[in-house]
């Protein structure tokens, strides 16, 4: 290989015309092999190779990319910028600029250290490409002449913006100097000569989206028009970035013109692409005539396009920032397939954006027409039923509408997985009169389906605020609350009758569950609704519970569970008359009672009383002891 490139540089007056003879793919490769071995005349020859087109920069990439992840396109560049000293020469930029609170004498001893090619190569180094932005940033214009004299070497600007870290160090310097500023023309003409290369070799360039940001309003053009070509070309997140800037600087017609034109054709493939979401809504910032073009083009794949994973994202973002005018576009071509996409798992989303833009009697008019007669079916789909909740959100005659086509299908419904969130979602989102209708068609069956388990009476009962919503649902409770209070689901319902409702219409429960106070205090469902109910009850009714619990207070006391509901009865007695009941109890049961923990939970309920006034206090206090 050294032989090979001595020959070329020693022994031919041309070298080039003798270097054409290695032409082949398997030869290049073999050279560039050891490439980082050669001598600084040999490095220069390599060079020369590259720029006669002979060596591909694929090839060179690819090689040195793959089997030397270190390597950089520098060290080609010029050997030297490898000393003995740079270790040292690197301890001490640590020293200096590795820090949180460093100054500008710390930059300017930095910028001692290094020479104008030391600082070439540091911006490119993964280890110091950090410290040199935050040197960047505390530069004040004196210290831009030492910048700009690094970059006096042809190609070295253009180098630097092309790697990953370079990159980021010229993005910093060019926001930190201003444009404007002369002393770093050489470095903004370079970049400027080579734009549309740089962007054809590296996808990753924070420099070129910077430039775009910063640079001078008669460079658009210009810009824009060299890179017509190449707009499209939406690869990566920073592909898109660079495009998002050229966007938020189009002023002109002309300008709009060439990222329409650049983009034209393209527009399925960049809307299916990972980043289309991001300058999609720069898009729709453009003026009108443009956005209508964006439009034409997406309207015949506007399905399929509301479907794919990346792009449903981007139609909602047209849907959302699209006038009145462009909307009406839109709802023309979509709304023939809103039933079809509100049951895709993305399509739906779709709808519903389409659904909530509508503001218009027209729209109400052509989007309801598409649903309407479908309304059960499309309820108890596990997508569709969204959709059919945003419409809603239209004048009360359409949601009344769709009432009277589910009023039939209410119990359905409401017992089904998905059904069931769209009629508790109705609930909340009614009006008085639309309440009060679901109230009176869902009140058949408010045991059933509180012993269902649904969700739906839960919200039912939440939204009851008139007397005459609590008068309807007490009525249907009535003669069933000892049949809720056992099952799992709709004990909740009880509890929440009880604790939600005024006394006035809830004062039939206590008495309903009296006569079955033992069986509930023992049962695994029951006990929980029975302590509830206990404390809603007067004064007389918890009397009445005493004389029910007398004869099994030992065992009911002694049960796992029982214990908890005589506890809270023992808790909520303060009248002489149930004291003196208690007394008598406890004196008959009370040892019984010590020997077992769940015993022992009353006895403390019990010991807690304030007898104040009370002869029964003695006997508390040697129960106590």
Request: a positive charge.
């Amino acid at each position: 290989m050294i032989n090979t490139f001595r020959s070329i540089r020693f022994h031919s007056p041309n070298p080039i015309q003798n270097a054409s003879k290695l032409s082949s793919r398997k030869t290049h490769l073999k050279m560039f092999k050891d490439a980082s071995r050669l001598d600084t005349l040999h490095c220069n020859s390599v060079q020369k190779l590259f720029k006669s087109g002979l060596a591909s920069n694929f090839t060179f990439k690819n090689h040195f990319s793959s089997r030397r992840p270190g390597y950089e396109p520098s060290r080609l560049e010029n050997p030297s910028l490898h000393p003995k000293d740079w270790e040292l020469k690197e301890k001490k930029l640590k020293q200096y600029l590795d820090r949180d609170d460093i100054t500008v004498s710390d930059m300017e001893e930095a910028l001692s250290v290094l020479t104008a090619e030391d600082i070439r190569y540091a911006f490119k180094r993964k280890s110091l490409h950090k410290l040199m932005i935050k040197l960047v940033k505390l530069m004040e214009p004196r210290h831009y002449p030492i910048i700009a004299k690094a970059f006096e070497k042809k190609n070295s600007a253009k180098f630097t913006v092309v790697n990953q870290f370079g990159t980021k160090v010229m993005a910093a310097i060019l926001k930190q100097i201003p444009f404007d500023n002369r002393s770093l023309d050489n470095i903004k003409r370079e970049i400027r000569d080579n734009f549309v290369e740089i962007s054809r070799e590296t996808d990753y360039s924070p420099a070129l989206e910077q430039f775009v940001e910063s640079c001078d309003d008669e460079m658009i053009t210009p810009l824009l028009n060299e890179m017509e070509d190449d707009i499209g070309r939406i690869s990566n997140r920073d592909r898109c970035l660079l495009l998002q800037r050229f966007m938020q600087r189009c002023k002109e017609p002309q300008q709009y013109e060439v990222v329409l034109n650049g983009l034209s054709g393209k527009m399925i493939e960049i809307f299916k692409s990972k980043y289309s979401k991001y300058p999609v809504k720069f898009l729709m910032e453009f003026p009108p005539q443009y956005v209508n073009r964006l439009i034409d083009e997406i309207l015949p794949h506007v399905l399929e396009l509301s479907k794919h994973s990346e792009s449903y994202l981007p139609i909602q973002e047209i849907i959302f920032r699209a006038d009145d005018q462009q909307f009406e576009t839109l709802l023309k071509d979509i709304s023939p397939h809103l039933v079809e996409l509100s049951s895709h798992e993305l399509g739906n989303v779709v709808a519903q954006k389409m659904i909530r833009k509508c503001k218009d009697p027209i729209h109400f008019s052509t989007v309801f027409k598409q649903f309407e007669g479908k309304f059960v079916e499309l309820c108890q789909t596990q997508y569709a039923k969204f959709p059919v909740d945003s419409l809603w959100r239209f004048p009360s005659k359409y949601s009344d509408r769709i009432m009277d086509e589910i009023k039939p299908h209410l119990k359905e419904l409401s017992m089904h997985v998905n059904g069931q969130v769209c009629i508790t979602s109705f609930i909340r989102k009614a009006n008085e009169d639309q309440f009060v209708k679901l109230l009176k068609n869902l009140s058949p069956y408010l045991v059933e389906l509180s012993v269902a388990g649904t969700p739906v009476i839960e919200t039912l009962m939440s939204n009851c605020k008139e007397p005459t919503h609590y008068e309807i649902m007490s009525n249907e409770f009535k003669g069933k609350i000892y049949q809720m209070c056992k099952s799992k689901y709709s004990k909740s319902r009880v509890k929440q009758l009880v604790s939600d409702f005024p006394r006035k219409y809830t004062s039939f429960v206590v008495d309903e569950i009296i006569p079955h106070f033992k069986e509930l205090a023992t049962d695994e469902n029951g006990h929980s609704a029975l302590q509830s109910i206990i404390q809603i009850a007067n004064e007389e009714q918890k009397m009445v519970m005493l004389e029910e619990l007398s004869p099994s207070f030992s065992a009911i006391s002694s049960h796992p569970l029982g214990n908890f509901s005589v506890g809270t009865l023992i808790d909520k007695c303060n009248s002489a008359s149930q004291l003196q009941v208690i007394d008598g109890l406890m004196r008959n049961y009370g040892k019984q009672l010590e020997k077992g923990k769940h015993g022992k939970f009353v006895i403390g309920k019990y010991s807690s009383k304030p007898h104040r006034g009370f002869s029964g206090a003695s006997s508390s206090e040697s129960m106590q002891k």
